[in-house]
């Protein structure tokens, strides 16, 4: 079972920052692609931003150039610096690892979300 864990989401008023940070632990094999999903109030759930493990990113585009994702394999955990903050990035981020098991099967497990709130 893997575990993921999200920490760094709060209140905030526009302009401002946040850094998100995910954590994979538990039984992994491997972990491919890492990404940040956020879904807001009435809306489906979209990807923010994803990184491979060679280090390939893209990103959502209202959020490029604002938005950075970031891993360090050696600690299974993601990162996404939100710089610039709009009312609409509003959302609750959740954090998706896809990782291979003993058996070679690919896996999405999500984190349970952290609440961002950009408002004046």
């Known amino acids: 079972h893997v575990q993921v864990v999200e920490s760094g989401g709060g209140l905030v008023q526009p302009g401002e920052s946040l850094r998100l940070s995910c954590t994979a632990s538990?039984?992994?094999?491997?972990?491919?692609?890492m990404g940040w999903y956020r879904q807001a109030p009435g809306k489906q759930r979209e990807l923010v931003a994803s990184i491979t493990s060679g280090g390939t990113s893209n990103y959502l585009d209202s959020v490029k150039g604002r938005f950075t994702i970031s891993r360090d394999n050696a600690k299974n955990t993601v990162y996404l610096q939100m710089n610039s903050l709009k009312p609409e990035d509003t959302a609750v981020y959740y954090c998706n690892v896809q990782t291979e098991d003993g058996f070679r099967k690919l896996t999405a497990s999500w984190g349970q979300g952290t609440q961002v709130t950009v408002s004046s």
């Open positions: 538990g039984s992994i094999f491997r972990i491919y692609i």
